[in-house]
């Protein structure tokens, strides 16, 4: 929808696009910042902004009671709108959403922000619904692959596809997301990949472990890296296993691991501040999930230099490893070819250098400073032109 069906004026958008490009205020809109992907990227843009002098609002629907995973600047404002949606029943879940869309509309209409950036389907649809009628932008983006996020409701699927277009600007991680929702939603998606944050520099230093990262859900495929991790720990009795995140699956895991005799082999440790140092130090990272929207685990574990194997699923994961060449690929849910080519790294630890100091490279292709001149630009295009024609 057009900004003067919405009833803003042309004149006040120039003010504000002339604003934004001197000291923008942006508000950033996620559930929690609670450990993931998305919350820290979310978080590591925050920082990088308030760092340059921008006016950064940092909003999520938790309470205060609920804390925060990811550290913030000093300069950035929390809020925390505090809306409990933990209702089974509808009219419960709708009220509750009201309200979402009612406390974030008094945010924004308080701190009147040159723009809006929201992360997460649910998220991204309140957000747009809270801003429609003020003189803000809004831009929003999917953090997974839409079309196998099956989990989430028919109901908030519906409103993707009617609000999106009403959106400032839409983003996708991967090419085949953007090409999803560009087909679905019938709105035109930037593609822009995680930013790598400041590492620090790669270590020759590695041990005989297999680290693997993630929410503990089945989306992630752990269960199926303990069944590959099963078929080769007798053979290489000096590793063990870590699995470092916390989720719904943890008892499930916890018996799997039990059922496959690698009780002293396995260990799971929950969200922990020193995971780079894991990730440095790891003879291996495993990401063996069944579908992904763009894994900053395997990101971030390539610039550290660590040797890693990951499953081809959608997306990503092919988009920063070249078989064989900065990293190892195998198909999705094939326990047999996971198993065989941890064996073979495992056996090759020359090898194993080689593919880390390969990987390492994406530290400068996934420059956090290049890749938020792109989201700058998203959300702010006129005064990107207008810098540009300078």
């Known amino acids: 929808m057009s900004r003067a069906l919405l009833g803003v004026g042309s004149q006040n958008l120039a003010a504000s696009n002339s604003d934004a490009a001197a000291t923008p205020t942006v508000v950033l809109v996620i559930g929690t910042l609670q450990a993931g992907g998305a919350e820290r990227q979310l978080s590591d843009m925050a920082n990088y902004w308030a760092a340059k002098g921008w006016r950064i609002i940092f909003a999520t629907w938790s309470g205060s009671e609920l804390a925060d995973f990811f550290p913030l600047h000093a300069h950035v404002r929390r809020v925390h709108l505090n809306v409990d949606i933990a209702h089974a029943a509808v ?76 959106a400032d600007g839409v983003v996708a991680q991967t090419r085949d997301a953007a090409l999803w929702l560009e087909r679905h939603c019938h709105t035109s998606v930037s593609v822009i990949p995680n930013a790598l944050r400041r590492l620090p520099e790669p270590s020759d230093e590695k041990r005989t472990v297999i680290v693997a990262v993630g929410r503990l859900t089945r989306q992630k495929g752990f269960d199926l890296l303990l069944r590959a991790f099963a078929r080769i720990a007798t053979r290489f009795s000096e590793w063990t296993l870590v699995i470092i995140g916390e989720g719904a699956e943890r008892q499930s895991l916890t018996r799997l691991r039990g059922e496959l005799l690698l009780d002293g082999r396995v260990e799971f440790v929950g969200p922990t501040p020193d995971v780079l ?21 395997v990101l971030e574990s390539m610039g550290l230099g660590a040797a890693v194997i990951s499953a081809d699923c959608p997306s990503g994961p092919a988009d920063l490893i070249e078989e064989g060449v900065n990293g190892r690929l195998v198909p999705v849910e094939d326990v047999g070819a996971l198993a065989n080519v941890m064996a073979e790294l495992i056996s090759k630890p020359d090898e194993r250098a080689r593919l880390g100091r390969a990987a390492s490279a994406v530290r400068e292709r996934y420059r956090q400073d290049i890749l938020m001149d792109r989201w700058e630009a998203c959300l702010f295009p006129r005064s990107a032109q207008a810098s540009d024609a300078a």
């Open 277 to 297: 140092d894991w990730m440095a130090h790891a003879g291996l990272v495993v990401q063996p999930s069944r579908f992904e929207g763009f894994p900053n685990v």
């Open 91 to 166: 009219l419960p879940r709708l009220r509750s959403n009201l309200k979402r869309i009612l406390k974030l509309r008094k945010l924004l209409s308080a701190t009147r922000p040159d723009a809006v950036l929201s992360f997460l389907t649910e998220s991204n649809l309140l957000a747009i619904l809270a801003r429609m009628g003020l003189d803000t932008r809004v831009v929003v983006s999917e953090r997974i692959q839409p079309a196998l996020h099956t989990s989430l409701p028919r109901m908030w699927k519906i409103l993707r596809r009617l609000l999106y277009v009403r």
